[in-house]
Protein backbone atom coordinates (compact mmCIF):
# COMPACT_ATOMS: atom_id res chain seq x y z
CA UNK A 1 0.00 0.00 0.00
CA UNK A 2 1.55 3.19 -1.22
CA UNK A 3 1.23 6.34 1.02
CA UNK A 4 1.67 10.24 0.39
CA UNK A 5 4.92 10.90 2.85
CA UNK A 6 2.64 12.85 5.79
CA UNK A 7 4.41 13.98 9.19
CA UNK A 8 3.00 13.00 12.43
CA UNK A 9 4.11 13.76 16.27
CA UNK A 10 4.38 10.68 18.35
CA UNK A 11 4.83 10.14 22.02
CA UNK A 12 6.71 7.87 23.55
CA UNK A 13 6.55 6.05 26.66
CA UNK A 14 9.55 7.70 28.36
CA UNK A 15 7.97 10.76 27.26
CA UNK A 16 9.33 11.67 24.77
CA UNK A 17 8.17 13.55 21.26
CA UNK A 18 9.41 12.89 18.12
CA UNK A 19 8.21 13.28 14.08
CA UNK A 20 7.25 9.90 12.49
CA UNK A 21 6.59 9.83 8.32
CA UNK A 22 2.90 8.33 7.65
CA UNK A 23 4.11 6.91 4.48
CA UNK A 24 6.13 4.83 6.23
CA UNK A 25 5.49 1.19 8.02
CA UNK A 26 6.39 2.33 11.14
CA UNK A 27 4.26 5.49 10.87
CA UNK A 28 1.52 3.86 10.03
CA UNK A 29 1.74 1.13 12.33
CA UNK A 30 1.86 4.20 15.11
CA UNK A 31 -1.23 6.00 13.46
CA UNK A 32 -3.70 3.14 13.20
CA UNK A 33 -2.30 1.86 16.80
CA UNK A 34 -3.54 4.96 18.28
CA UNK A 35 -6.52 4.89 16.03
CA UNK A 36 -7.07 1.27 17.57
CA UNK A 37 -7.19 3.27 21.16
CA UNK A 38 -9.62 5.39 20.03
CA UNK A 39 -11.97 3.38 18.91
CA UNK A 40 -11.74 1.23 22.60
CA UNK A 41 -12.39 4.70 23.78
CA UNK A 42 -16.10 5.31 22.37
CA UNK A 43 -16.87 1.68 22.96
CA UNK A 44 -16.06 1.89 26.35
CA UNK A 45 -18.16 5.51 26.15
CA UNK A 46 -21.23 3.51 24.70
CA UNK A 47 -21.04 0.23 26.14
CA UNK A 48 -19.65 0.74 29.99
CA UNK A 49 -19.79 -2.97 30.02
CA UNK A 50 -17.20 -3.85 27.49
CA UNK A 51 -14.31 -5.64 28.30
CA UNK A 52 -11.50 -5.24 26.36
CA UNK A 53 -8.90 -7.27 25.14
CA UNK A 54 -6.48 -6.65 22.26
CA UNK A 55 -6.27 -3.84 19.49
CA UNK A 56 -3.30 -3.82 17.37
CA UNK A 57 -2.51 -2.42 13.98
CA UNK A 58 -2.25 -4.39 11.25
CA UNK A 59 -1.25 -4.07 7.64
CA UNK A 60 -3.85 -2.16 6.14
CA UNK A 61 -5.59 -0.19 9.45
CA UNK A 62 -6.37 -2.25 12.67
CA UNK A 63 -8.41 -4.19 14.88
CA UNK A 64 -9.56 -4.39 18.94
CA UNK A 65 -11.37 -7.52 20.13
CA UNK A 66 -14.01 -6.77 22.09
CA UNK A 67 -16.74 -8.73 24.58
CA UNK A 68 -19.95 -6.81 25.26
CA UNK A 69 -22.04 -10.34 25.01
CA UNK A 70 -23.21 -10.12 21.57
CA UNK A 71 -22.05 -9.07 17.96
CA UNK A 72 -21.92 -5.42 17.37
CA UNK A 73 -24.41 -4.49 14.88
CA UNK A 74 -23.97 -2.21 12.17
CA UNK A 75 -25.81 0.64 13.71
CA UNK A 76 -23.55 0.00 16.18
CA UNK A 77 -20.25 0.83 14.20
CA UNK A 78 -22.18 3.62 13.20
CA UNK A 79 -22.01 5.20 16.26
CA UNK A 80 -19.26 4.10 17.60
CA UNK A 81 -17.27 5.64 14.28
CA UNK A 82 -19.14 9.11 14.81
CA UNK A 83 -17.99 8.91 18.85
CA UNK A 84 -14.42 8.24 17.66
CA UNK A 85 -14.79 11.26 15.12
CA UNK A 86 -16.20 13.41 18.12
CA UNK A 87 -13.04 12.33 20.05
CA UNK A 88 -10.66 13.30 17.87
CA UNK A 89 -11.76 16.76 16.90
CA UNK A 90 -11.74 17.46 21.18
CA UNK A 91 -8.05 17.22 20.15
CA UNK A 92 -7.54 15.20 23.43
CA UNK A 93 -3.19 14.52 24.47
CA UNK A 94 -2.04 11.37 24.20
CA UNK A 95 -0.23 10.79 27.24
CA UNK A 96 2.27 8.01 28.84
CA UNK A 97 1.27 6.54 32.25
CA UNK A 98 3.13 4.45 34.12
CA UNK A 99 1.47 2.09 36.62
CA UNK A 100 2.13 0.05 39.53
CA UNK A 101 1.14 -3.88 38.89
CA UNK A 102 -1.00 -3.42 41.83
CA UNK A 103 -2.37 -0.33 40.12
CA UNK A 104 -3.17 -1.97 36.89
CA UNK A 105 -4.50 -4.49 38.49
CA UNK A 106 -6.96 -2.38 40.69
CA UNK A 107 -8.01 -0.58 37.57
CA UNK A 108 -8.55 -4.13 35.32
CA UNK A 109 -10.76 -5.41 38.40
CA UNK A 110 -12.69 -2.27 38.60
CA UNK A 111 -13.73 -2.45 34.90
CA UNK A 112 -14.28 -6.11 34.77
CA UNK A 113 -11.34 -6.53 32.30
CA UNK A 114 -10.70 -9.83 32.66
CA UNK A 115 -8.93 -10.34 28.89
CA UNK A 116 -6.31 -7.27 30.05
CA UNK A 117 -5.64 -9.36 33.61
CA UNK A 118 -4.43 -11.98 31.98
CA UNK A 119 -2.36 -10.19 29.84
CA UNK A 120 -1.06 -8.34 32.62
CA UNK A 121 0.11 -12.03 34.36
CA UNK A 122 2.33 -12.48 31.32
CA UNK A 123 3.99 -9.18 31.49
CA UNK A 124 6.95 -8.96 33.66
CA UNK A 125 7.57 -5.32 34.41
CA UNK A 126 6.65 -3.28 37.18
CA UNK A 127 5.82 -0.30 36.68
CA UNK A 128 3.68 -1.00 33.91
CA UNK A 129 3.14 1.10 30.54
CA UNK A 130 -0.17 2.88 29.81
CA UNK A 131 -1.48 5.63 27.81
CA UNK A 132 -3.77 8.12 28.82
CA UNK A 133 -6.08 10.00 26.94
CA UNK A 134 -8.84 12.14 28.59
CA UNK A 135 -10.72 9.35 30.58
CA UNK A 136 -9.65 6.90 28.79
CA UNK A 137 -6.27 4.42 29.71
CA UNK A 138 -5.34 1.52 27.74
CA UNK A 139 -2.00 -1.17 28.47
CA UNK A 140 0.50 -0.30 26.28
CA UNK A 141 4.01 0.26 25.32
CA UNK A 142 2.87 2.77 22.85
CA UNK A 143 4.29 4.77 20.95
CA UNK A 144 1.28 6.92 19.94
CA UNK A 145 0.48 9.45 18.15
CA UNK A 146 0.56 12.95 20.27
CA UNK A 147 -3.04 13.78 20.38
CA UNK A 148 -6.31 12.51 19.20
CA UNK A 149 -6.31 15.33 16.63
CA UNK A 150 -4.27 14.08 14.52
CA UNK A 151 -6.91 11.71 13.38
CA UNK A 152 -8.87 13.30 10.68
CA UNK A 153 -10.43 10.88 8.32
CA UNK A 154 -11.69 7.42 10.20
CA UNK A 155 -13.92 3.80 8.67
CA UNK A 156 -14.93 1.35 10.83
CA UNK A 157 -15.20 -1.38 7.86
CA UNK A 158 -16.98 -4.64 9.54
CA UNK A 159 -17.15 -6.88 12.06
CA UNK A 160 -17.06 -10.56 12.86
CA UNK A 161 -15.73 -13.16 15.79
CA UNK A 162 -12.54 -13.96 17.05
CA UNK A 163 -11.74 -16.65 19.51
CA UNK A 164 -9.14 -15.07 22.75
CA UNK A 165 -5.74 -15.81 21.79
CA UNK A 166 -6.65 -17.55 18.58
CA UNK A 167 -8.48 -20.67 20.63
CA UNK A 168 -10.87 -22.27 19.64
CA UNK A 169 -11.58 -23.46 22.73
CA UNK A 170 -11.74 -19.93 24.68
CA UNK A 171 -14.13 -17.27 24.64
CA UNK A 172 -15.22 -15.75 21.13
CA UNK A 173 -15.24 -11.92 21.19
CA UNK A 174 -16.36 -9.68 18.59
CA UNK A 175 -13.92 -8.13 16.70
CA UNK A 176 -14.24 -4.62 14.83
CA UNK A 177 -11.85 -3.83 11.46
CA UNK A 178 -11.11 0.14 10.20
CA UNK A 179 -8.48 2.54 8.89
CA UNK A 180 -7.65 6.06 9.30
CA UNK A 181 -5.63 8.19 7.30
CA UNK A 182 -4.41 11.72 8.05
CA UNK A 183 -6.99 13.16 5.39
CA UNK A 184 -10.29 12.83 3.77
CA UNK A 185 -9.20 12.30 0.05
CA UNK A 186 -6.35 9.52 1.21
CA UNK A 187 -9.56 7.50 3.11
CA UNK A 188 -12.37 8.15 0.00
CA UNK A 189 -9.02 6.52 -2.27
CA UNK A 190 -8.59 3.76 -0.13
CA UNK A 191 -12.31 3.00 0.14
CA UNK A 192 -12.53 2.72 -3.70
CA UNK A 193 -9.80 0.56 -3.85
CA UNK A 194 -11.78 -1.84 -1.37
CA UNK A 195 -15.12 -1.46 -3.21
CA UNK A 196 -12.85 -2.30 -6.31
CA UNK A 197 -11.46 -5.30 -4.74
CA UNK A 198 -14.61 -6.68 -3.29
CA UNK A 199 -15.74 -6.31 -6.92
CA UNK A 200 -12.85 -8.52 -8.14
CA UNK A 201 -13.43 -10.79 -5.67
CA UNK A 202 -11.83 -14.52 -7.57
CA UNK A 203 -14.33 -16.19 -5.04
CA UNK A 204 -17.38 -14.19 -6.35
CA UNK A 205 -16.30 -14.12 -10.05
CA UNK A 206 -15.05 -17.86 -10.20
CA UNK A 207 -18.06 -18.74 -9.41
CA UNK A 208 -20.30 -16.27 -11.66
CA UNK A 209 -17.43 -17.11 -14.45
CA UNK A 210 -17.56 -20.53 -13.34
CA UNK A 211 -14.53 -21.20 -12.60
CA UNK A 212 -14.36 -22.99 -9.59
CA UNK A 213 -16.93 -24.20 -6.89
CA UNK A 214 -16.15 -25.05 -2.96
CA UNK A 215 -18.04 -28.03 -1.63
CA UNK A 216 -19.28 -28.73 2.03
CA UNK A 217 -19.25 -32.44 0.96
CA UNK A 218 -15.79 -32.53 -0.25
CA UNK A 219 -14.09 -30.57 2.43
CA UNK A 220 -12.88 -27.09 3.26
CA UNK A 221 -9.87 -26.18 1.05
CA UNK A 222 -10.46 -28.26 -1.21
CA UNK A 223 -11.73 -26.46 -4.36
CA UNK A 224 -13.37 -28.38 -7.28
CA UNK A 225 -12.62 -27.32 -10.78
CA UNK A 226 -15.08 -26.66 -13.64
CA UNK A 227 -14.79 -27.38 -16.77
CA UNK A 228 -14.08 -23.66 -17.73
CA UNK A 229 -11.71 -23.13 -15.12
CA UNK A 230 -9.64 -26.16 -16.23
CA UNK A 231 -9.87 -25.04 -19.44
CA UNK A 232 -7.81 -21.84 -17.95
CA UNK A 233 -5.54 -24.10 -15.73
CA UNK A 234 -4.55 -25.78 -18.83
CA UNK A 235 -3.94 -23.16 -20.52
CA UNK A 236 -1.51 -21.85 -17.88
CA UNK A 237 0.16 -25.30 -17.74
CA UNK A 238 0.95 -25.76 -21.48
CA UNK A 239 2.53 -22.41 -21.68
CA UNK A 240 4.91 -23.07 -18.76
CA UNK A 241 5.83 -26.33 -19.07
CA UNK A 242 6.58 -25.44 -23.29
CA UNK A 243 8.68 -22.65 -21.92
CA UNK A 244 10.39 -24.35 -19.74
CA UNK A 245 11.45 -26.74 -21.87
CA UNK A 246 12.48 -24.16 -24.47
CA UNK A 247 14.91 -23.32 -21.40
CA UNK A 248 16.85 -26.61 -21.13
CA UNK A 249 14.15 -27.99 -17.75
CA UNK A 250 13.45 -31.85 -17.89
CA UNK A 251 9.69 -32.10 -16.69
CA UNK A 252 9.37 -35.40 -14.04
CA UNK A 253 6.30 -36.64 -12.26
CA UNK A 254 6.89 -37.81 -8.49
CA UNK A 255 3.62 -38.73 -6.46
CA UNK A 256 2.58 -36.66 -3.64
CA UNK A 257 3.32 -39.56 -0.80
CA UNK A 258 6.99 -40.42 0.53
CA UNK A 259 8.09 -41.60 3.55
CA UNK A 260 8.36 -39.04 6.45
CA UNK A 261 12.40 -40.49 6.71
CA UNK A 262 12.66 -38.48 3.61
CA UNK A 263 11.12 -35.14 5.42
CA UNK A 264 13.41 -35.54 8.43
CA UNK A 265 16.68 -35.80 6.42
CA UNK A 266 15.30 -32.74 4.56
CA UNK A 267 14.27 -30.80 7.77
CA UNK A 268 11.23 -29.91 6.63
CA UNK A 269 9.82 -32.27 9.93
CA UNK A 270 10.94 -30.30 12.23
CA UNK A 271 10.46 -26.63 10.43
CA UNK A 272 7.27 -27.36 8.86
CA UNK A 273 5.57 -30.32 10.96
CA UNK A 274 2.31 -28.18 12.18
CA UNK A 275 1.39 -27.52 8.60
CA UNK A 276 1.77 -31.09 7.20
CA UNK A 277 -0.83 -34.04 7.69
CA UNK A 278 -0.51 -36.69 10.13
CA UNK A 279 1.56 -39.78 9.06
CA UNK A 280 -0.48 -42.57 7.28
CA UNK A 281 1.70 -46.34 8.79
CA UNK A 282 1.28 -48.58 5.85
CA UNK A 283 2.41 -52.00 5.70
CA UNK A 284 6.09 -51.62 7.87
CA UNK A 285 6.42 -47.96 6.16
CA UNK A 286 5.42 -44.41 7.88
CA UNK A 287 4.10 -42.05 4.59
CA UNK A 288 3.14 -38.62 5.09
CA UNK A 289 2.02 -36.40 2.03
CA UNK A 290 4.34 -33.69 1.13
CA UNK A 291 4.32 -30.30 1.23
CA UNK A 292 6.42 -29.76 -1.10
CA UNK A 293 8.62 -31.33 -3.82
CA UNK A 294 12.66 -30.63 -2.93
CA UNK A 295 12.94 -34.47 -1.45
CA UNK A 296 11.72 -36.13 -4.36
CA UNK A 297 13.64 -34.05 -6.92
CA UNK A 298 16.83 -34.73 -5.21
CA UNK A 299 16.00 -38.40 -5.27
CA UNK A 300 15.62 -37.92 -9.05
CA UNK A 301 19.10 -36.25 -9.06
CA UNK A 302 20.58 -38.99 -6.87
CA UNK A 303 19.60 -41.86 -9.40
CA UNK A 304 22.61 -41.13 -11.66
CA UNK A 305 26.07 -40.27 -11.70
CA UNK A 306 26.73 -36.49 -12.87
CA UNK A 307 29.37 -35.42 -13.82
CA UNK A 308 30.29 -31.19 -13.90
CA UNK A 309 29.80 -31.37 -17.66
CA UNK A 310 26.24 -32.58 -16.63
CA UNK A 311 25.17 -29.42 -14.72
CA UNK A 312 23.37 -27.43 -14.42
CA UNK A 313 20.89 -30.00 -14.24
CA UNK A 314 17.13 -28.56 -14.39
CA UNK A 315 14.43 -30.91 -12.56
CA UNK A 316 10.97 -29.45 -13.00
CA UNK A 317 7.40 -30.70 -12.41
CA UNK A 318 3.78 -29.41 -11.78
CA UNK A 319 4.09 -31.04 -8.44
CA UNK A 320 0.96 -31.71 -5.80
CA UNK A 321 1.55 -30.84 -2.47
CA UNK A 322 -0.41 -30.98 0.89
CA UNK A 323 -0.33 -28.55 3.72
CA UNK A 324 -2.86 -27.72 6.42
CA UNK A 325 -3.48 -24.92 6.46
CA UNK A 326 -6.39 -24.12 9.24
CA UNK A 327 -9.85 -23.01 8.47
CA UNK A 328 -10.00 -19.65 9.39
CA UNK A 329 -7.40 -18.74 6.50
CA UNK A 330 -8.92 -20.60 3.57
CA UNK A 331 -9.74 -18.53 0.92
CA UNK A 332 -11.17 -19.54 -2.29
CA UNK A 333 -8.43 -20.83 -4.79
CA UNK A 334 -5.98 -18.29 -2.64
CA UNK A 335 -5.26 -20.55 0.42
CA UNK A 336 -6.15 -24.35 -0.50
CA UNK A 337 -4.98 -27.81 1.13
CA UNK A 338 -3.89 -29.35 -1.74
CA UNK A 339 -2.15 -27.31 -4.42
CA UNK A 340 -0.16 -28.09 -7.84
CA UNK A 341 3.16 -25.86 -7.29
CA UNK A 342 4.89 -24.91 -10.65
CA UNK A 343 8.14 -26.15 -9.10
CA UNK A 344 11.82 -26.40 -10.31
CA UNK A 345 15.17 -27.72 -8.63
CA UNK A 346 18.51 -26.52 -10.36
CA UNK A 347 21.39 -28.39 -9.55
CA UNK A 348 24.38 -26.54 -10.60
CA UNK A 349 28.29 -25.89 -9.35
CA UNK A 350 29.43 -22.89 -7.65
CA UNK A 351 30.79 -20.80 -10.61
CA UNK A 352 26.99 -21.08 -12.02
CA UNK A 353 24.74 -19.79 -9.31
CA UNK A 354 25.28 -16.14 -10.91
CA UNK A 355 24.13 -17.18 -13.82
CA UNK A 356 21.16 -19.80 -13.53
CA UNK A 357 19.76 -17.18 -10.92
CA UNK A 358 19.84 -14.08 -13.26
CA UNK A 359 18.02 -16.49 -15.98
CA UNK A 360 15.14 -17.18 -13.70
CA UNK A 361 14.58 -13.89 -12.80
CA UNK A 362 14.54 -13.17 -16.70
CA UNK A 363 11.96 -15.60 -16.95
CA UNK A 364 9.80 -14.67 -14.51
CA UNK A 365 10.07 -11.29 -15.97
CA UNK A 366 9.17 -12.87 -19.09
CA UNK A 367 6.56 -14.25 -17.88
CA UNK A 368 4.60 -11.58 -16.10
CA UNK A 369 4.95 -9.60 -19.35
CA UNK A 370 2.77 -12.23 -20.75
CA UNK A 371 0.38 -12.59 -17.95
CA UNK A 372 -0.24 -8.96 -17.86
CA UNK A 373 1.38 -8.36 -14.60
CA UNK A 374 3.27 -5.17 -14.49
CA UNK A 375 3.83 -4.04 -10.74
CA UNK A 376 5.87 -6.06 -8.44
CA UNK A 377 8.50 -5.08 -6.38
CA UNK A 378 11.52 -7.97 -5.09
CA UNK A 379 12.66 -8.97 -1.79
CA UNK A 380 15.43 -10.42 -0.50
CA UNK A 381 14.89 -12.67 2.14
CA UNK A 382 17.60 -13.22 4.45
CA UNK A 383 18.62 -15.09 7.67
CA UNK A 384 18.05 -12.89 10.81
CA UNK A 385 21.77 -13.74 12.75
CA UNK A 386 19.88 -13.28 15.75
CA UNK A 387 17.14 -16.23 15.87
CA UNK A 388 20.32 -18.63 14.15
CA UNK A 389 17.65 -21.93 15.60
CA UNK A 390 15.63 -21.34 13.00
CA UNK A 391 18.07 -21.39 10.00
CA UNK A 392 20.36 -24.40 9.46
CA UNK A 393 23.80 -24.25 8.87
CA UNK A 394 26.56 -21.76 9.20
CA UNK A 395 27.82 -18.49 9.01
CA UNK A 396 30.00 -19.01 5.93
CA UNK A 397 27.17 -20.67 3.87
CA UNK A 398 24.61 -18.30 4.56
CA UNK A 399 27.09 -15.28 3.89
CA UNK A 400 28.18 -16.70 0.34
CA UNK A 401 24.96 -17.47 -0.54
CA UNK A 402 22.98 -13.69 0.36
CA UNK A 403 26.37 -12.06 -1.34
CA UNK A 404 25.70 -14.18 -4.77
CA UNK A 405 21.97 -12.92 -4.44
CA UNK A 406 23.15 -9.74 -4.23
CA UNK A 407 25.81 -9.91 -7.10
CA UNK A 408 22.81 -11.25 -9.02
CA UNK A 409 21.00 -8.15 -8.32
CA UNK A 410 23.19 -5.85 -8.92
CA UNK A 411 24.21 -7.40 -12.32
CA UNK A 412 19.95 -7.02 -13.45
CA UNK A 413 20.38 -3.39 -11.74
CA UNK A 414 17.40 -4.13 -9.82
CA UNK A 415 16.15 -2.20 -6.69
CA UNK A 416 15.09 -4.51 -3.79
CA UNK A 417 13.92 -4.17 -0.90
CA UNK A 418 15.17 -6.48 2.29
CA UNK A 419 13.64 -9.03 5.05
CA UNK A 420 15.48 -10.12 7.95
CA UNK A 421 14.17 -13.02 8.92
CA UNK A 422 12.63 -13.68 5.99
CA UNK A 423 14.58 -16.91 4.42
CA UNK A 424 13.57 -20.00 4.05
CA UNK A 425 15.74 -22.16 6.78
CA UNK A 426 17.97 -23.67 4.48
CA UNK A 427 18.75 -20.23 2.29
CA UNK A 428 18.13 -16.97 1.72
CA UNK A 429 15.42 -16.61 -1.64
CA UNK A 430 14.46 -13.62 -3.18
CA UNK A 431 10.60 -13.15 -3.59
CA UNK A 432 8.49 -11.44 -6.02
CA UNK A 433 5.78 -9.58 -4.30
CA UNK A 434 2.86 -8.72 -6.50
CA UNK A 435 0.70 -5.79 -5.71
CA UNK A 436 -3.05 -7.69 -5.51
CA UNK A 437 -6.80 -5.41 -6.36
CA UNK A 438 -6.73 -5.03 -2.76
CA UNK A 439 -3.41 -2.56 -2.93
CA UNK A 440 -1.79 -5.51 -0.90
CA UNK A 441 1.85 -7.02 -2.14
CA UNK A 442 1.69 -10.42 -1.93
CA UNK A 443 4.76 -13.40 -3.37
CA UNK A 444 3.65 -15.00 -6.40
CA UNK A 445 7.68 -16.46 -7.18
CA UNK A 446 10.45 -17.09 -5.33
CA UNK A 447 14.02 -17.89 -5.99
CA UNK A 448 16.20 -19.59 -3.34
CA UNK A 449 20.07 -20.25 -2.90
CA UNK A 450 20.13 -23.87 -1.17
CA UNK A 451 24.06 -25.07 -0.01
CA UNK A 452 22.33 -27.26 3.25
CA UNK A 453 20.20 -30.04 1.24
CA UNK A 454 22.79 -30.90 -0.89
CA UNK A 455 24.93 -31.79 2.02
CA UNK A 456 22.45 -33.26 4.04
CA UNK A 457 21.55 -35.52 1.10
CA UNK A 458 25.34 -36.06 0.36
CA UNK A 459 24.91 -34.47 -3.36
CA UNK A 460 27.60 -34.95 -5.87
CA UNK A 461 28.87 -34.63 -8.93
CA UNK A 462 32.25 -35.27 -10.00
CA UNK A 463 34.26 -32.22 -10.95
CA UNK A 464 37.48 -31.93 -13.77
CA UNK A 465 39.90 -33.83 -11.13
CA UNK A 466 37.74 -36.65 -11.22
CA UNK A 467 37.14 -35.84 -7.26
CA UNK A 468 32.83 -35.87 -5.87
CA UNK A 469 32.41 -32.04 -5.56
CA UNK A 470 29.09 -30.92 -3.84
CA UNK A 471 26.18 -29.40 -6.15
CA UNK A 472 24.41 -26.74 -5.13
CA UNK A 473 20.87 -26.53 -5.46
CA UNK A 474 18.17 -23.66 -6.91
CA UNK A 475 14.80 -23.79 -5.79
CA UNK A 476 12.62 -21.86 -8.19
CA UNK A 477 8.79 -21.52 -8.47
CA UNK A 478 7.66 -19.15 -11.29
CA UNK A 479 3.85 -18.94 -11.19
CA UNK A 480 3.41 -20.13 -7.63
CA UNK A 481 0.74 -22.49 -7.61
CA UNK A 482 -1.66 -22.99 -10.36
CA UNK A 483 -4.77 -22.28 -7.34
CA UNK A 484 -3.18 -19.26 -6.49
CA UNK A 485 -1.87 -17.83 -9.59
CA UNK A 486 -5.58 -18.46 -11.41
CA UNK A 487 -6.92 -16.49 -8.24
CA UNK A 488 -4.47 -13.97 -8.72
CA UNK A 489 -5.40 -13.29 -12.39
CA UNK A 490 -8.94 -13.65 -11.83
CA UNK A 491 -8.83 -10.35 -9.54
CA UNK A 492 -5.70 -8.82 -11.54
CA UNK A 493 -8.36 -9.13 -14.66
CA UNK A 494 -11.59 -8.69 -13.04
CA UNK A 495 -12.23 -12.26 -15.06
CA UNK A 496 -11.70 -10.19 -18.35
CA UNK A 497 -8.84 -13.01 -19.40
CA UNK A 498 -6.76 -11.65 -22.61
CA UNK A 499 -8.10 -13.96 -25.11
CA UNK A 500 -4.66 -16.61 -24.87
CA UNK A 501 -5.99 -17.29 -21.25
CA UNK A 502 -9.87 -16.78 -21.45
CA UNK A 503 -11.27 -20.15 -20.80
CA UNK A 504 -14.20 -19.17 -23.84
CA UNK A 505 -12.42 -17.23 -26.57
CA UNK A 506 -14.97 -16.67 -28.65
CA UNK A 507 -18.89 -16.87 -28.93
CA UNK A 508 -21.18 -17.61 -32.11
CA UNK A 509 -24.58 -16.30 -31.76
CA UNK A 510 -27.04 -17.21 -35.00
CA UNK A 511 -29.57 -14.81 -34.99
CA UNK A 512 -32.15 -17.64 -35.76
CA UNK A 513 -32.52 -21.19 -35.79
CA UNK A 514 -31.69 -21.14 -39.52
CA UNK A 515 -28.68 -19.61 -38.99
CA UNK A 516 -27.56 -22.48 -36.93
CA UNK A 517 -25.46 -24.52 -38.90
CA UNK A 518 -23.70 -21.77 -40.25
CA UNK A 519 -23.06 -21.11 -36.76
CA UNK A 520 -21.10 -24.40 -36.05
CA UNK A 521 -19.56 -24.18 -39.27
CA UNK A 522 -18.21 -20.81 -38.42
CA UNK A 523 -16.87 -22.66 -34.64
CA UNK A 524 -15.81 -25.08 -37.00
CA UNK A 525 -13.22 -23.49 -38.70
CA UNK A 526 -12.05 -21.34 -35.69
CA UNK A 527 -11.41 -24.57 -33.75
CA UNK A 528 -9.40 -25.35 -36.63
CA UNK A 529 -6.64 -22.49 -35.83
CA UNK A 530 -7.03 -23.66 -31.79
CA UNK A 531 -9.59 -21.26 -31.16
CA UNK A 532 -11.57 -21.90 -27.97
CA UNK A 533 -15.18 -21.11 -29.23
CA UNK A 534 -18.83 -21.99 -28.20
CA UNK A 535 -21.80 -21.58 -30.04
CA UNK A 536 -25.51 -20.45 -28.58
CA UNK A 537 -28.28 -22.18 -30.26
CA UNK A 538 -30.55 -21.72 -27.88
CA UNK A 539 -33.96 -20.30 -29.08
CA UNK A 540 -33.26 -16.82 -27.46
CA UNK A 541 -33.42 -12.96 -28.78
CA UNK A 542 -29.91 -11.92 -30.16
CA UNK A 543 -29.72 -9.25 -27.50
CA UNK A 544 -30.26 -11.77 -24.00
CA UNK A 545 -27.33 -13.87 -26.13
CA UNK A 546 -25.25 -10.69 -26.60
CA UNK A 547 -25.70 -9.81 -22.48
CA UNK A 548 -25.13 -13.12 -21.45
CA UNK A 549 -21.90 -13.37 -23.41
CA UNK A 550 -20.47 -10.22 -22.20
CA UNK A 551 -21.79 -11.28 -18.07
CA UNK A 552 -19.39 -14.38 -19.48
CA UNK A 553 -16.92 -11.81 -20.04
CA UNK A 554 -16.08 -13.74 -23.58
CA UNK A 555 -13.65 -11.79 -25.40
CA UNK A 556 -15.29 -12.04 -29.07
CA UNK A 557 -18.77 -12.37 -29.67
CA UNK A 558 -19.90 -13.23 -33.85
CA UNK A 559 -22.98 -12.61 -34.76
CA UNK A 560 -24.07 -14.51 -37.70
CA UNK A 561 -27.24 -14.01 -40.38
CA UNK A 562 -28.73 -14.16 -43.57
CA UNK A 563 -25.97 -11.84 -44.42
CA UNK A 564 -22.65 -13.53 -42.87
CA UNK A 565 -23.94 -16.61 -44.28
CA UNK A 566 -24.51 -15.91 -47.56
CA UNK A 567 -20.81 -13.92 -47.66
CA UNK A 568 -19.02 -16.01 -44.91
CA UNK A 569 -18.44 -13.09 -42.95
CA UNK A 570 -19.04 -12.70 -39.47
CA UNK A 571 -20.36 -9.29 -37.22
CA UNK A 572 -17.66 -9.23 -34.97
CA UNK A 573 -18.62 -7.33 -31.31
CA UNK A 574 -15.59 -7.26 -28.58
CA UNK A 575 -16.63 -7.45 -24.94
CA UNK A 576 -15.17 -4.24 -24.20
CA UNK A 577 -14.97 -2.12 -27.59
CA UNK A 578 -18.46 -2.89 -28.78
CA UNK A 579 -18.94 -3.13 -32.27
CA UNK A 580 -16.27 -3.65 -34.69
CA UNK A 581 -18.44 -4.50 -37.38
CA UNK A 582 -18.40 -7.28 -40.60
CA UNK A 583 -15.17 -9.13 -40.98
CA UNK A 584 -14.93 -12.08 -43.48
CA UNK A 585 -14.31 -15.36 -41.73
CA UNK A 586 -11.31 -16.01 -42.40
CA UNK A 587 -9.73 -12.73 -41.81
CA UNK A 588 -11.20 -12.74 -38.22
CA UNK A 589 -9.80 -15.87 -37.83
CA UNK A 590 -5.94 -14.37 -38.63
CA UNK A 591 -7.14 -11.30 -36.08
CA UNK A 592 -8.03 -13.56 -33.42
CA UNK A 593 -4.81 -16.32 -33.81
CA UNK A 594 -2.43 -13.23 -34.04
CA UNK A 595 -3.67 -12.00 -30.92
CA UNK A 596 -3.29 -15.33 -29.02
CA UNK A 597 0.24 -16.19 -30.55
CA UNK A 598 1.09 -12.42 -29.25
CA UNK A 599 -0.40 -13.20 -25.72
CA UNK A 600 -1.23 -8.99 -25.45
Known sequence: MSMAAQEIRIRLSDGEARTLDFGTPEGREVYWHSTSHLMAQAVRELFPEAKLAIGPPIEDGFYYDIDIGRPFAPEDLQWIEKRMKDLARRNLPIEPLALSRA????????????????LLDGIPDDPISF????????????????????????????????????????????????????????????????????????????RELEIFIQSEDAGQGIPLWLPRGATLRRTLERYIVDLELQLGYEHVYTPPLANVDLYKISGHWDHYRDNMYPVMKIDNEELVLRPMNCPHHIMIYKHGQHSYRDLPVRIAELGLMHRYERSGVLTGLARVRGMVLNDAHIFCIPDQIKAEFITVVEMIQRVYRDL??????????????????????????WENAEALIVDALRDLGLAYREDVGGAAFYGPKLDIDVKSAAGKYETLSTIQVDFLLPERFDLAYIGEDNKPHRPVMIHRGVISTLERMTAFLIELHAGAFPLWLAPEQVRVLPIADRHVDYARAVAAALKARDLRVHVDDRNEKIGKKI?????????????????????????VRHRSDGDLGALPLDAFADRAAAEVSARR
Open 103 to 118: EARALFERHGDKYKLE
Open 372 to 397: GITEYIYTLSRRDPANKEKFAGDDAI
Open 547 to 571: REAQLMKTPYMLVVGDKEAETRSVA
Open 131 to 206: YRQGEFVDMCRGPHLGNTGQIKAVKLLSTGGAYWRGDENREQLARIYGVSFPDEQQLADHIHMLEEAKRRDHRKLG
